[in-house]
């Protein structure tokens, strides 16, 4: 099946540094990527959606200017958490989309902790 | 708008126990429905999804049938293994994004 990719897939930084996060499709084109925050024992939570080429869509209540999303290829998109302090820190997913099928595949994760 | 609640875990069991893991849902029309598994270290798989009414989706041993009328999606495995031991995320879709339940953590012991 399809294989998606995070890095790092945890990270320590100091409160103020910003952190970016890699997501890559490793054996299919993704024309869309999605972002995904899961917090302990909740569910995942849509960030924002990624198309190749465009500005992501950001969901309702997620700043925009905190969390720079880029999608250059259709292999890699990536988020930046600007600016991180510990209320940021929370497990970050994401799942690119196969075009036609429809159906998403998911990376492993990245675990941020922010002090 | 569109919510997903089901069951909290952990659920332990032995293994070859039958197993259900509850999830309802609340949504405007008629969203697909889901079920992801997401084992120790690994990203979430898809395990099997309905698309309308009275849909049952199965894999692995694995079945879940689209209840409209009680708004319901629950999994069910007739004999549980250790192998399975895994979090289970009820979701459905609509305007193609996913909205998930938190998550039922399952441990299956031998």
């Known amino acids: 099946g399809a294989v998606v990719s995070q890095h790092p897939s945890r990270v320590i930084c100091k409160s103020g540094t910003s952190v970016k996060i890699e997501c890559r499709s490793l054996?299919?084109?993704?024309?869309?990527m999605f972002w995904y925050r899961q917090f302990p024992k909740q569910s995942l939570m849509l960030m924002a959606t990624s198309n190749e080429g465009s500005k992501a869509t950001y969901e309702q209540g997620v700043e925009k200017d905190k969390f720079l999303i880029n999608h250059a290829s259709l292999t890699l998109s990536t988020l930046t958490v600007t600016s991180a302090h510990p209320e940021d820190s929370s497990f970050y997913i994401c799942?690119?989309?196969?075009?036609?099928?429809?159906?998403?595949?998911f990376g492993p994760g990245t675990r941020l902790l922010v002090l | 708008g569109d919510s997903v609640t089901q069951m909290e875990g952990p659920v332990t069991l032995s293994e070859e126990a039958f197993l259900t893991i509850n999830c309802t849902y609340t949504a405007t029309g008629y969203p697909s429905l889901f079920w992801y598994v997401q084992y120790p270290g690994e990203g979430l798989q898809l395990l099997l999804k309905?698309?309308?009414?009275?849909d049952k989706g199965s894999n692995k041993g694995f079945e879940a049938t689209y209840r409209k009328e009680t708004t319901s999606f629950h999994l069910e495995k007739g004999s549980v293994q250790v192998s399975d031991s895994a979090v289970y995320f009820c979701?459905?879709?609509?305007?193609?994004?996913?909205?998930f339940g938190a998550g039922t953590i399952l441990r299956v012991k031998s």
């Open positions: 309905a698309t309308k009414a009275d």
């Open positions: 054996d299919f084109q993704a024309t869309t």
């Open positions: 979701a459905l879709e609509y305007g193609n994004k996913l909205v």
């Open positions: 799942s690119a989309g196969v075009p036609v099928s429809e159906t998403q595949y």
